[in-house]
């Protein structure tokens, strides 16, 4: 049994209120958005809040739930509804109006050798940034 993991921590911070914050990312209707490599080829909502999405491994189910008390939200996903991996997140209050959102990447060993992952995740938190930050967007 293999017994290590490749976890690594990425994060953005966004000049918008944690609720505004938390309201956009929870909402699965929104990933096309923001996921410019992971959703890149095109997302499906699904009528259950969840979406199957043309990723760069193939198709796959999405979905996120979330506390807003706590500020966690997970992304889960995985070949079908019911075999779902979760990636934890988490959104968190700073001071003047400004927001934390921190993702949690729990790497298979394809996914840790992927090029530029670094690359990637600034990509679509940078996306996040931008959205939130320029549309004022709430979910």
């Known amino acids: 049994m293999n ?10 911070i966004i000049d918008a ?3 505004v914050v938390f309201a956009f990312i929870r909402n699965v209707e929104n990933l096309a958005q923001w996921s410019v490599h992971f959703a890149k ?16 491994a193939g198709r796959v189910y999405f979905t996120i739930t979330g506390d807003e008390a706590t500020g966690v939200i997970d992304w889960w996903s995985g070949p079908s509804k019911t075999i779902l991996k979760r990636w934890p997140t988490r959104v968190v209050a700073l001071s ?10 729990l790497l ?10 670094e690359q990637i995740f600034d990509d679509e938190l940078g996306a996040i940034k931008r959205i939130v930050e320029e549309q004022g967007v709430i979910a």
């Open 96 to 105: 003047e109006g400004r927001t934390l959102y921190q993702v949690t990447a």
């Open 108 to 117: 298979s060993s394809d996914e840790a050798g992927m090029p530029n992952l």
């Open 41 to 56: 080829g095109g997302v499906q909502l699904d009528r259950d809040g969840g979406a199957y999405v043309e990723s760069p």
């Open 17 to 19: 209120p944690a609720p």
């Open 3 to 12: 017994t290590t993991a490749d976890i690594r921590s990425f994060h953005v």
